[in-house]
C-alpha cells in the first residue's frame, strides 16, 4: 500500500490523490456493512431453520 502511495503521489495531482483515497475508504465501508449484514442475515436464517425442524 504505501508503494502504491508514493507512486501514486509522484506520478498524479493531489487532487486525484485526495479523490482515491476518498473512494477507496467508502469501498471498505461498503464492505464492512455488507459484511456485518451477511453475518446477522446467517445468524437469523440458522434460528428460522431450527424452527422449521422443530416444528417438522
Known sequence: MLH????????TDEM?????YHH????MDEYCRIR???????ANNDYEEK?????V
Open 24 to 27: 477507496l475508504r467508502m469501498e
Open 51 to 55: 424452527l422449521f425442524e422443530e416444528a
Open 4 to 11: 502504491l502511495a508514493r507512486k501514486i503521489e509522484t506520478e
Open 16 to 20: 486525484w490523490y485526495e479523490a482515491f
Open 36 to 42: 456485518r449484514s451477511l453475518s446477522a442475515l446467517k
